[in-house]
């Protein structure tokens, strides 16, 4: 594994609290609501920023894995401390909204790249 790699996951631990890779090679982000990636097929540190956008978007607005309003919440905070965390990112509730309609579950991969090259500029996201 590269060195740049390696402080690519060390990051992803760093920006999601009690967080960890498991023996499968997935990032457990959140154990109770099963949110996670898989790092096996991941290259490059962009890899993983792809992933944390297009997978972890919705659980930042969206997700509701708790039966109390107040806790689904705090869960939401805590996605999207940890996105903006890792990606050195200011996103808003309603930014990952957008990211998720626009690149979650990796509808189009190739816009999610175009997204992180163009510095992850949410107001060009939004004029598509």
């Known amino acids: 594994m590269t060195k740049d790699m390696l402080e690519a996951r060390q990051a992803l631990l760093r920006a999601f609290p009690n967080s960890f890779i498991n023996n499968n090679d997935e990032f457990i982000a959140h154990l109770r609501s099963n949110q996670y990636i898989i790092l096996s097929n991941c290259e490059t540190p962009e890899d993983i920023e792809y992933k944390v956008l297009e997978w972890f978007s919705r659980p930042a607005h969206k997700?509701?894995?708790?039966?109390?309003?107040?806790?689904?919440?705090?869960?939401?905070?805590?996605?999207?401390?940890?996105?903006?965390?890792?990606?050195?990112?200011?996103?808003?509730?309603?930014?990952?909204?957008?990211?998720?309609?626009?690149?979650?579950?990796?509808?189009?991969?190739?816009?999610?790249?175009e997204f992180v090259k163009r510095g992850m500029d949410i107001s060009w996201l939004k004029s598509l």
């Open 63 to 113: 997700t509701s894995p708790y039966s109390q309003e107040w806790r689904n919440r705090a869960f939401h905070k805590f996605m999207l401390d940890g996105i903006n965390a890792f990606l050195d990112t200011n996103f808003s509730e309603q930014d990952a909204s957008d990211i998720y309609d626009a690149l979650g579950n990796a509808i189009n991969h190739e816009r999610t790249k």
